[in-house]
């Protein structure tokens, strides 16, 4: 008889709504007559190996709904990038307590050590079903039109800048504002729907899809202050030079790396600061402030996607059902439909797992330095309802009367 024990986990960066797919496998599992436990495992991977586990079935579904509706991550999470080794301590774990039910909630690494761990369970001759559930602000899993995630992040990147744009406006110079992700520019690009006016900012975007260049860089500025009078900037943390290079790495007097060997980028502050001096620097403006966005747009409260909290829901309850009806491991993928609505399927892990979708080229423009109509549409949907708007005077000129000349 299967042992009817579930084990839920979630990794990588936190975001808005990554608590809601947790509780849809919560209490999308308790539905089920067979399951007898739903195991919670302490931040992540790591909660596992050593066997921190909490029992969710003794939740209540008030405080699951309150938890729900929470940003970060409610179970903890952990950094730890599982090899073989430790997916075998994870496998050991698992079927010492008899748990037969596999869900973890991340992004690519995320993936790649739920196949690892299925791979094991086949070859040991234990039935153990595993199931990704998709998650993170990059927007990079392949598979899926979008990533639970990403449209609440989007949405506090779109109206941070706007808001940047406003008091640019007001005090114009030079704004630069820097946005995670490292290989892939979804986040950095969502800084073009804050956009309302022709002559609003961002006048310049940044991704690393393109190769960025330091010369053409101050070019596009000098040309972008002398239209507008200011100019507002959105870069990616990832930006680099033709032979892969961070700017970052280039830029720094002394360079900072993680615990993996990754090159520290918006979480320093560093690189708003570097083209900061170089365009006072090179260019000669004096006016010129820099952000680093850092984690705020990871679990900022309070600026979430109502569409993003649905389809986080959704993809841990299909999950679930993809476990309970189905016959085969996998990733839950978001795919669109119609005008806008959006359906679930379930990927074989090796379709997804250790890969990064990029933004597609239809979404850059030709400069390289915008997004397109088509990136627009594909984000606008995404954001939610009640997108915060901005107006402005429409100034009616009195005569001068000792200004004449």
Known sequence: MPSGKILVAQGGGPTAVINQSLVGVVLEARRFQHVTRVYGALHGVRGIINEDFVDLTQETSHNLEMVAATPSSALGSTRDKPDAAYCDQIFDVLRAHEIEQFFYIG????????????????????????????????NDLVGSDH????????????????????????????????VMGRHAGFLTAASALGKKFDDDGPHLIYLPERVFALEQFLADVKAAYEKFGRCVIAVSEGIHDASGEPIASLLAKEVERDAHGNVQLSGTGALADLLCDEIKDKLGIKRVRGDTFGYLQRSFIGCVSDVDQREAREVGEKAVQFAMWGERDGSVAIKRTGTYSADYELLPLDAVAGKTRTMEDEFISASGTDVTDAFRLYLRPLLGSGMPDAFRLRPAPVAKILRTT
Not at 148 to 174: H, K, T
């Open 107 to 138: 992004g690519n690494d995320s993936s790649d050590t739920v196949r690892i761990v299925s791979e094991r369970a086949r070859a040991a001759g234990y039935p153990l079903r595993c199931i990704h559930i998709p998650k993170t602000i990059d």
């Open 147 to 178: 990533t639970p995630g990403f449209p609440s992040a989007a949405r506090f990147v779109a109206q941070a800048f706007a808001g940047a744009n406003l008091d640019n406006a007001a005090l114009p110079g030079v704004y630069v504002g820097v």
